[in-house]
């Protein structure tokens, strides 16, 4: 939990194409309703875990805040000083650019599927019919793996790359963040995604629930999402390359940028792609 | 409270000598059981009195973080890129030093108190052997100005009177801001407090209720308390008439440096300023 909290929180340098993070602030909120053993032991790994992340991201925890809570609470801020052409500006998206994706989604089905397969009730027999124990286990596993994997690489290769925009997915998912992003074009153009990367199974699960977590419309709430980039096409199948030798993680074109009034929406023809 | 806490957090730059504040990032907490129109007021006059508090402090709200909660909370972070020589290192206090305040002590008990008059149960009966109605009322609104002033002047006139050391007091109180202070000094030496610059009546309230809120032995809770500086005897003066100038509130010289093991503590003759 703290680690996902850390790669969060810088992720929003990142998505501006700042890799090197000056400094990192902590907040802790602590429930009343925990034992003082619960507190020694979650709340010191919670934090350990955030200042672990911090240290893999090149930077420190300097400070913050805590504080008692009704809920377990960890968050923070992360404050760097650049030249201004150091930074990737949002704005400058370009008819042709492709559009890049960092992470897959599903996170939110990730971790609900492995919730529900571990309390064994009605909703783990709803989804035993779509998708296998080994499959939830395996998805949740890559959820972990994927929400406390930094942005950093994708920040560094993509001011490499010339973007001309980035933005994190996080609570407004991939098509509220895309929307945003268009909106504050330069150019009058919009976004056409045609292509959703889904963790393993996610897609099926999503499917026997009814949509109810709108992953399939783009509208899934991802936590600690990967990036979202507009950049020349000619440089992007080289950018996907370098992520994979670095992070040997897969990154994928799925749309592109055409005229248009500055939003963001998916083809009729939507590809789905499973990833495992 | 947006204003309180917004001169709260920019209290921790202040504390260091720096007036200036580049960018304020904002985090609210909206409680799930406010309704629509509680939540369409409540949470915009808050929002509006941090940013009201951040541009009386010519600084500016640019980003920050809303979520829903259990609780209503307010709070952020203050980001000043400065040079070194801009701030004022607090681990210089000098033997002969004194020790400044700048706000009066007990916002919790002028708050509670404030609570208690209104709810007029046994509590306030109790009170009101020892304070009257008007008293009550005034500490209340003595508290709260004091509580949205900015410590902005004070970290401008603590740099040109050439300040050894400064902390701001909030959660851990007086006594535990100074132990903090002093712990950190490079000298050798310790604070001794004689002074306890206390608002209308709190000090008699504090009595009436057993010392409860440990007040009178300088660990009450503030929140967006004064700064305690420890400078040169010899500056002190003009420091104290200058914030007296700009701000029309009292400064007080509260205590004084001497040589020692870097503790903080009371002294056995402490006088109490009733600060009306």
Known sequence: MGKIACANVLSDLYAMGVANCD??????????????????????????GFRDEAAAGGTEVTGGDTNFSEWCLVGGTATAVVKSEEVVLPYNAEVGDVLVLTKPLGTQNATFAYQWYQEGGEKWEKLSSVITAEEVQYAYFMAVQSMTRLNRTGASLMRRHHAHGAT???????????????????QPVSFIINKLPIMCGMAAVERAINN?????????????????????????????RSIKEIDG????????????????????????IDVR
């Open 168 to 186: 994190d997915i996080t609570g407004f998912g991939l098509l509220g963040h895309a929307n945003n992003l268009a909106k504050h074009q330069k």
């Open 212 to 240: 109810r977590f709108m992953l399939l419309s783009g509208r899934g709430i991802e936590t600690s999402g990967g990036l979202l980039i507009a950049m020349p096409k000619e440089e992007s199948s080289q950018f996907c």
């Open 23 to 48: 400094n990192m602030l902590m907040i802790v909120g602590i429930p009343f309703k925990m034992t003082d053993l619960e507190r020694d032991v979650v709340v010191a790994q919670m934090m350990k």
């Open 249 to 272: 993680v897969e990154a994928w074109i799925i749309g592109h940028v055409v005229e248009g009034d500055r939003t963001a929406s998916l083809d009729q023809d939507i590809e789905i």
